[in-house]
């Protein structure tokens, strides 16, 4: 039912955004287009793109390596067996609803690695911290260098896209930022985090009314299992307690960024009427990953493009090109993910559906 609302939802969307990305191009222009591409230089935008997966994984395994320490890992995760759960869980994001392999990820972990599922999923989510937080760095600097023509108000359902959005967008994604790291911190404080299993514990005492053994029950099915699942998460977030590791997580999520936007400018460069330098296209890869956090079908199809377009018009490109450069440039994105995911799970005998099942449930 989650993943029907979800595809629904996100099928809505993406059909407007579709249309508001292709509606002041001609479609014969269109396809005019893309035959003039030169699509050679999809061998260079690729092999970085694949770099840039690389060096997510290779963060990834120092993250749960973190988690050595107060997890069943015994030799630690090698990268490959860290690179594949990270290239199915891309994979998954691509062809299925809802972001579904970010949860398929500490999944396939736990099969393969016996990882407890909330420690995989906390790495999951310390990984995305850094993202979170080069992404609005990235936005500030768009803003601050940018000039976004005020003029410029593309209608998107009841929201209107424009220099504001961006900056609301921005304000709230900060938030959520701050909101995770306190979290992360309180959890992973050794004093705190006993304080909150006390709490947990105490909880059958709200019961009063009721006997000893209905609260031994309640202490022994419920409490027991909150407060492993706060270690266990507490475990994914060892990374904190080591500045070096924070350090060469930082870094490589420097060039995690500096290869994704290299991976567009490459791309661009096959693509007559873009002519913009690297740092504007950064700017644009930053402006599409804002837009891609609003739900969509899988895969990002229709939203990606409508951030694109509007990205690319405050560069002043014409609608045909950004359009164009933006759905071609999306499908290079995309499909080299989609093939080595199913090249992971073929290679690790993951079974993809069983996968996705345990994941949305």
Known sequence: MNMLISLALGTTISAAALYLAFRNVPFGELIVYMTSINYLWIIPSVLVILIAFGLRAFRWQIILGSAEKTSPLKSGIGFWRAFHPLMIGFMLNCILPGRVGEVARPVILQKKDSVPFSTGLATVAAERVFDLTFLIILLAAVLATVSIDPGINIPFGEHHLNKETLEAIGRGILKLSLLLVVGIIMISAGPTRRVINRIIMGIPSLFFFAGDSFKERIRGKVCTFM???????????????????????????????????????????????????????????????????????????????????????????????????????????????????????????????????????
């Open 227 to 361: 407060v492993n699942m706060v270690e266990n998460i507490a475990s994914g977030f060892e990374l904190v307690k080591s500045p070096k590791k924070i350090f060469l997580c930082t870094g490589l999520s420097f060039i995690i960024w500096t290869f994704s936007a290299f991976s567009y400018y490459v791309m661009s460069l096959g693509c007559p009427g873009i002519g913009l330098s690297y740092a504007e296209i950064t700017a644009v890869m930053v402006i599409i990953c804002f837009f891609i956090a609003l739900p969509s079908v899988p895969g990002f199809w229709g939203i990606w493009e409508a951030g694109g377009v509007f990205a690319l018009s405050l560069f002043g490109i014409a609608s045909k090109d950004a359009a164009g450069y933006t759905l071609a440039n999306h499908a290079v994105q995309v499909f080299p993910v989609i093939i080595v995911g199913l090249i992971s799970a073929m290679m690790t005998g993951v079974n993809i559906w069983q996968s996705f099942k345990k994941a949305e449930s």
